[in-house]
């Protein structure tokens, strides 16, 4: 098992999922967009969307999972622009939503493995 020298200061772990998401933009203007992107990242307390327009930090948003269609407020965290893809960070806006429906590890958390003589979990 490797063990870091630094605690982890997330406040929840990530997990690689790919998710397809409908992302419903607001702007100043009153104008609502609908586009289509991906949660490639995903964690308790937010996730990281690849999409194919930029997004402004501190942008509301609401994300509506294509699979459940159920939706959720976010803000804009970040924005990273990888050749034509963007990827947005965002946070929900109300903690504690079970959106992904994923339980999360606490941050921090070492993993448990099984014993190779036992089978047993061992952490």
Excluded at 98 to 111: A, K, L, M, Y
Aim: proline share 5%; charged share 25%; with cysteine.
């Amino acid at each position: 098992m490797q063990r870091t020298r630094y605690p982890e200061r997330r406040r929840s772990v990530r997990l690689s999922l790919l998710i397809p998401l409908t992302i419903r933009c607001s702007f100043s203007e009153g104008e609502k967009i609908d586009v289509k992107g991906s949660a490639c990242v995903v964690s308790a307390h937010g996730a990281l969307l690849a999409m194919d327009i930029p997004l402004i930090p501190g942008q509301s948003v609401r994300l509506i999972n294509d699979m459940t269609a159920e939706t959720v407020d976010c803000h804009v965290t970040s924005l990273r622009e990888k050749s034509d893809r963007h990827f947005v960070g965002i946070t929900f806006a109300v903690p504690d939503v079970d959106f992904w429906h994923i339980v999360f590890p606490r941050s921090g958390t070492r993993r448990a493995f099984r014993s190779a003589q036992t089978g047993a979990l061992e952490r």
